[in-house]
């Protein structure tokens, strides 16, 4: 392998033989999985003595409600409405309550059969947190396969489990697979043709952009769960948001994350304590203000992988723009190695690597006799190769130049240099299109509405 140096400010990065035994005391890169990039508290100074002074730590206080108002309208528009929780496991428990309680509601005012309604239908390539959701509320996950494209649940075995599965459904969970946009408007229909219920598990997709530019989720009437941790794009350190355009589904959730507590302060309906700190709220206002650029670096850095490992598998991008929390790739047919041995010979070479999600959640021993499985024949495939590499806030271009001749090398592929824009500067982002679409929006519909 060529030697490559590169300075930078996370230290040294050196590359020498390819040899794992001349690895194995000393990696030769330091490139993590993740870089966890929260605001510093440090620079925080005068705003963390602001809410010292103040005396509200907590309970819906005012940098909390200030920070909800923002994302509401620089995010969202002002469509609808944002709440925050301590996390977005608690925030899918929450709204997945929620909605199932509404909908039986509505069911038994019409003397309907609110019985029997007892599966949580959700895609067994996730994170665990969906179907813990679930089973905290009572419902078993009902785990359906995934599209081979986009990874997210297919929709021809999301139909046959609606068909075979029927009233006994209770809450349809989407997850908008590694931040990446999904047809919410699938999800209306089915609610409305069926009377089911949707949550959609939104975890990575806070600052993902559907295909006109609309921030995901934004018009959508069920509540949307993101996540606020550390290792998320929008990196806080710990927490979520509910977000929906149903603004009084927002405020029932803000009343159920306040142990339920109406007025006067008695639960009336049902509760638990989901609130941040006022802190929490500070580091989350925080993070808005660089965000765009922080999502914009991301999405280079993953156009930079596609185009420097040809006939690997990536996932098909819906929308605009996704918040990437790291790149997932599947190698090509004529690889042999093993993806655990892949994964191992990276982190000997000093280069982080996970299998997102291997074991999937129908696989896992907790959910193995806690849950009902349709064909899971994809989900099995994906889960079985897939590889996730590093993309973090910090990271280079020339860190992704070795990442993938590193991986090329390790699987006995060409790891010839690839010609790359010396500067990510000069890699267009989709915003750019965006941009460019505005002005093209702004200068042209005027002449044509006055040729009209």
Request: proline content about 6%; charged content about 20%; hydrophobic content about 40%.
């Given at each position: 392998?060529?030697?490559?140096?590169?300075?930078?400010?996370?230290?040294?990065?050196?590359?020498?033989?390819?040899?794992?035994?001349?690895?194995?005391?000393?990696?030769?890169?330091?490139?993590?999985?993740?870089?966890?990039?929260?605001?510093?508290?440090?620079?925080?100074?005068?705003?963390?003595?602001?809410?010292?002074?103040?005396?509200?730590?907590?309970?819906?206080?005012?940098?909390?409600?200030?920070?909800?108002?923002?994302?509401?309208?620089?995010?969202?528009?002002?469509?609808?409405?944002?709440?925050?929780?301590?996390?977005?496991?608690?925030?899918?428990?929450?709204?997945?309550?929620?909605?199932?309680?509404?909908?039986?509601?509505?069911?038994?005012?019409?003397?309907?059969?609110?019985?029997?309604?007892?599966?949580?239908?959700?895609?067994?390539?996730?994170?665990?947190?969906?179907?813990?959701?679930?089973?905290?509320?009572?419902?078993?996950?009902?785990?359906?396969?995934?599209?081979?494209?986009?990874?997210?649940?297919?929709?021809?075995?999301?139909?046959?489990?609606?068909?075979?599965?029927?009233?006994?459904?209770?809450?349809?969970?989407?997850?908008?697979?590694?931040?990446?946009?999904?047809?919410?408007?699938?999800?209306?229909?089915?609610?409305?043709?069926?009377?089911i219920p949707v949550v959609v598990d939104a975890a990575?997709?806070?600052?993902?952009?559907?295909?006109?530019?609309?921030?995901?989720?934004?018009?959508?009437?069920?509540?949307?769960?993101?996540?606020?941790?550390?290792?998320?794009?929008?990196?806080?350190?710990?927490?979520?948001?509910?977000?929906?355009?149903?603004?009084?589904?927002?405020?029932?959730?803000?009343?159920?994350?306040?142990?339920?507590?109406?007025?006067?302060?008695?639960?009336?309906?049902?509760?638990?304590?989901?609130?941040?700190?006022?802190?929490?709220?500070?580091?989350?206002?925080?993070?808005?203000?660089?965000?765009?650029?922080?999502?914009?670096?991301?999405?280079?850095?993953?156009?930079?992988?596609?185009?420097?490992?040809?006939?690997?598998?990536?996932?098909?991008?819906?929308?605009?723009?996704?918040?990437?929390?790291?790149?997932?790739?599947?190698?090509?047919?004529?690889?042999?190695?093993?993806?655990?041995?892949?994964?191992?010979?990276?982190?000997?070479?000093?280069?982080?690597?996970?299998?997102?999600?291997?074991?999937?959640?129908?696989?896992?021993?907790?959910?193995?006799?806690?849950?009902?499985?349709?064909?899971?024949?994809?989900?099995?495939?994906?889960?079985?190769?897939?590889?996730?590499?590093?993309?973090?806030?910090?990271?280079?271009?020339?860190?992704?130049?070795?990442?993938?001749?590193?991986?090329?090398?390790?699987?006995?592929?060409?790891?010839?240099?690839?010609?790359?824009?010396?500067?990510?500067?000069?890699?267009?982002?989709?915003?750019?299109?965006?941009?460019?679409?505005?002005?093209?929006?702004d200068r042209v519909i005027p002449l044509m509405e006055?040729?009209?």
């Amino acid at each position: 392998m060529a030697t490559l140096e590169l300075s930078t400010q996370f230290g040294e990065l050196h590359s020498g033989t390819s040899n794992d035994e001349s690895h194995a005391d000393s990696p030769t890169f330091d490139i993590p999985f993740i870089r966890p990039n929260p605001p510093s508290l440090r620079s925080l100074g005068p705003d963390l003595a602001r809410i010292e002074a103040s005396g509200v730590f907590t309970n819906y206080g005012p940098t909390n409600t200030r920070f909800e108002r923002t994302l509401e309208n620089d995010m969202f528009g002002g469509r609808g409405s944002c709440l925050t929780v301590c996390n977005a496991t608690i925030g899918l428990m929450m709204a997945i309550r929620y909605v199932v309680d509404r909908a039986e509601a509505q069911r038994a005012s019409t003397h309907r059969n609110v019985h029997g309604r007892r599966y949580a239908l959700m895609p067994s390539f996730t994170f665990a947190a969906a179907a813990h959701a679930a089973d905290w509320v009572g419902l078993t996950p009902l785990f359906c396969d995934i599209d081979e494209n986009d990874w997210a649940a297919s929709a021809a075995a999301e139909d046959s489990l609606i068909r075979q599965y029927g009233s006994e459904i209770a809450v349809i969970v989407p997850y908008a697979t590694f931040g990446n946009n999904i047809d919410l408007r699938r999800y209306e229909r089915i609610a409305a043709e069926t009377g089911i219920p949707v949550v959609v598990d939104a975890a990575a997709s806070l600052g993902s952009l559907e295909l006109f530019g609309e921030a995901f989720g934004a018009s959508f009437p069920f509540p949307i769960v993101f996540s606020m941790h550390a290792t998320k794009t929008f990196s806080t350190g710990e927490g979520g948001v509910i977000y929906s355009t149903d603004r009084t589904a927002i405020s029932d959730l803000r009343t159920m994350g306040n142990f339920g507590f109406g007025e006067p302060r008695s639960a009336t309906m049902p509760g638990l304590n989901s609130k941040i700190s006022e802190v929490s709220a500070l580091l989350a206002l925080t993070r808005l203000k660089d965000f765009d650029g922080v999502v914009g670096h991301r999405e280079r850095l993953a156009i930079l992988y596609r185009s420097m490992l040809p006939g690997w598998g990536f996932q098909r991008m819906n929308g605009l723009r996704c918040a990437y929390q790291f790149m997932p790739v599947l190698p090509p047919g004529m690889v042999a190695m093993p993806r655990d041995e892949i994964v191992a010979s990276l982190k000997i070479r000093g280069i982080g690597a996970a299998c997102y999600f291997a074991p999937h959640v129908a696989e896992q021993p907790f959910f193995r006799n806690r849950a009902v499985c349709g064909d899971l024949a994809v989900t099995e495939r994906v889960s079985k190769s897939i590889i996730a590499l590093p993309l973090w806030d910090g990271m280079t271009g020339e860190m992704v130049k070795i990442v993938c001749q590193t991986l090329l090398e390790i699987c006995g592929l060409d790891a010839s240099p690839t010609l790359v824009p010396s500067s990510l500067a000069t890699i267009p982002s989709m915003n750019s299109a965006l941009a460019q679409l505005d002005s093209f929006s702004d200068r042209v519909i005027p002449l044509m509405e006055t040729a009209t």
